[in-house]
């Protein structure tokens, strides 16, 4: 009777457990489902067809050696910019509008018209600006050249507003003064890639109907320009060099300070701090310090981004402006805070990775290695380290997949929605992929959903890149700590 109660138990809890696993491999499938739906809605928004208006035809502005619009220098641009006239002979540029820019990117100051009529150009330019120092004692008003006849006057004001913006404005901000002014390129109407491909014929027809003097394309919207290109207030026109090249900044700041304080307390929490049971003081403080580790890796990131604020924008603004280094930063709102930052958000999740691995390590090979006469820090260095480090990699994994996606610290610390200039250091004002996209979602103009859903590609492919890295080294370092134990 026992035997057969037994038995009965045995396929109950069977039959149970079959159910379970139907209910688990049920939700993986919906899992994967909705994914591979996101996937497919992403890369449909990615690629489509286009109608497209401009006055001037982009091709016909290539440089004297066949380089399109994205590809030449500040210098070409801001040439086109003074000197591309329309049909009546007129510049598409005004000058008012060219000198306009011009107090925006190179002056850069809050004062009134009035105050700024009697600064010259040494005294308004920001440090580090470029002009002829002859004209050093003209003021800003002075380019006007009131004292010569009015056409003239203009020729003259265009070439001298011409030549401090190539000096001193980034290619990026010309490139889109072009196209807004010159090629005044608008798009009328986008459509994504199932209806391109199903619905030619009606396109072409609604093309025609209403838009007689468009342009039908078809449009990847995901390309070359796309990664060489910075921000635009066109969709068309719009690319992702300056958020592409933040966002790896500010990997790079974070991973770089992150990686090492990481270990290096995980080593001293397994490897030191259990040795200390005869202190009570000590014991108390550790276990305080691992309570603590384990709490903060459930913190919400805007948390993380008012300490950021509060610490490395305002308390430490010297430092993460660079005026320490002599950089003549404004403030602490530059990629250095947005690293640091990070770096707090993903310390734990290393540490507790970390600790995990080293935990795992046999102590026979500890004691093995210490019978042979190495010290404890031989031990961990050439034996504890190489065995644990394929589970370290994994925490660099999962640390990494959180730092590239998270908004709401950068938000905070002061991420740009708008911005052309590139990060060149760590003092540099920035923008990262999430926070485009971000704007780019929220923008109701035409395109830059489609602009959006590009972007995320890209962010899913630099994400899968860095991941699959890892996992290679991972891999590699797990067979090398096999053949040692």
Not at 240 to 245: C, E, G, H, P, S
Not at 340 to 351: D, Q, S, Y
Not at 405 to 417: F, K, N, Y
């Amino acid at each position: 009777m026992a035997n057969m109660s037994e038995q009965g138990g045995l396929a109950r809890r069977r039959r149970v457990g079959r159910v379970w696993a139907r209910v688990y491999q049920a939700c993986v499938g919906l899992a994967a489902l909705a994914l591979v739906i996101l996937l497919l809605k992403i890369v449909d928004d990615a690629f489509g067809t286009v109608a497209v208006v401009n006055v001037v035809d982009p091709a016909s502005l290539v440089s004297a050696d066949g380089r399109s619009l994205d590809r030449q220098s500040a210098g070409e641009l801001a040439g086109l910019a003074r000197d591309t006239l329309d049909e009546e002979g007129r510049p598409y540029v005004s000058t008012d509008r060219l000198f306009t820019l011009f107090l925006d990117e190179i002056a850069r100051t809050a004062l009134p018209p009035s105050a700024l009529r009697n600064l010259t150009l040494g005294q308004a330019l920001i440090d580090g600006q470029k002009f002829p120092q002859e004209w050093a004692d003209r003021t800003l008003f002075d380019l006007r050249l009131p004292d010569v006849e009015r056409s003239e006057r203009d020729a003259r004001a265009r070439a001298d507003i011409a030549t401090l913006l190539a000096d001193n404005v980034e290619q990026g901000r010309l490139l889109e003064l072009v196209y807004s002014d010159v090629v005044q390129i608008e798009l009328l109407e986008s459509w994504n890639l199932i209806d391109s491909l199903t619905r030619q014929d009606e396109i072409r027809d609604r093309a025609a109907r209403d838009f007689p003097q468009a342009t039908l394309e078809f449009r990847s919207w995901l390309n070359a320009d796309f990664l060489r290109t910075p921000g635009s207030s066109q969709a068309l026109t719009s690319g992702i060099r300056v958020a592409l090249l933040g966002t790896l900044w500010m990997l790079v700041i974070a991973i770089g300070v992150s990686l090492p304080l990481g270990l290096g307390a995980a080593i001293y929490l397994e490897e030191y701090a259990r040795d200390v049971n005869n202190h009570r003081l000590l014991r108390l403080l550790n276990g305080f310090i691992e309570i603590n580790i384990r709490n903060l890796a459930g913190v919400p990131s805007i948390i993380y981004g008012i300490l950021g604020l509060a610490v490395f924008v305002r308390a430490m603004e010297p430092l993460t402006s660079g005026r320490l280094a002599g950089m003549g930063g404004t403030d602490g709102r530059t990629v250095l805070s947005a690293g640091l930052t990070m770096a707090l958000l993903i310390l734990p999740i290393i540490i507790i990775n970390a600790q995990e691995a080293i935990r795992a390590v046999p102590q026979a090979l500890r004691e093995g290695s210490h019978a042979l006469g190495a010290t404890r820090l031989q031990t961990i260095a050439r034996q504890v380290l190489p065995v644990a480090l394929p589970g370290m990699l994994t925490g660099v994994i999962l640390s990494v997949s959180r730092a590239i996606g998270e908004t709401a610290p950068l938000v905070v610390v002061g991420a740009a929605t708008t911005i052309f200039i590139d990060p060149d250091s760590p003092f540099s004002r920035f923008t990262v992929l999430p926070i485009q996209i971000y704007r780019w979602t929220a923008d109701p103009r035409e395109g830059f959903q489609d602009v959006a859903a590009a972007t995320i590609i890209v962010l899913l492919l630099l994400l899968l890149s860095l991941n699959v890295s890892a996992i290679i080294l991972r891999n590699r370092y797990s067979a090398r700590a096999r053949r040692t134990l």
